[in-house]
Nanobody, 118 residues
Framework: QVRLVESGGGLVQAGGSLRLSCAVS????????MGWYRQAPGKQRDLVAY???????NYTDSVKGRFTISRDVAENTVYLQMDSLAPEDTAVYYC????????????WGQGTQVTVSS
């Protein structure tokens, strides 16, 4: 069973930084694409950042230049470094593992709360 566990969320002032971690077990980490999504109260869950098994990254426009997604293959962990945080970044952040073999599915973590005060 694939499991994802997020950590690193918390309360931070505007302009501050946080680093989120997502520990993956039960999957071949290096062969799967990984993502970070977020969901604010009353809003849909939206893509924040994405990294392929080959290390290619993509970001939603609102976080470009501020957030960085990365992988540590040895630790089976994906990170989201968040700098210059703004109140609009407040949301529950979810890690995702995009599995393609032996079947195609997306596995989600439980989420970690990020709150940015003005």
């Amino acid at each position: 069973q694939v499991r994802l566990v997020e950590s690193g969320g918390g309360l931070v002032q505007a302009g501050g930084s946080l680093r989120l971690s997502c520990a993956v077990s039960g999957a071949i980490f290096s062969l799967n694409d990984m993502g970070w999504y977020r969901q604010a109260p009353g809003k849909q869950r939206d893509l924040v950042a994405y990294i392929t098994g080959g290390g290619v990254t993509n970001y939603t426009d609102s976080v470009k230049g501020r957030f960085t997604i990365s992988r540590d293959v040895a630790e089976n962990t994906v990170y989201l470094q968040m700098d210059s945080l703004a109140p609009e970044d407040t949301a529950v952040y979810y890690c995702s593992c995009h599995i393609t073999w032996p079947y195609k599915t997306v596995v989600w973590g439980q989420g970690t709360q990020v709150t940015v005060s003005s």
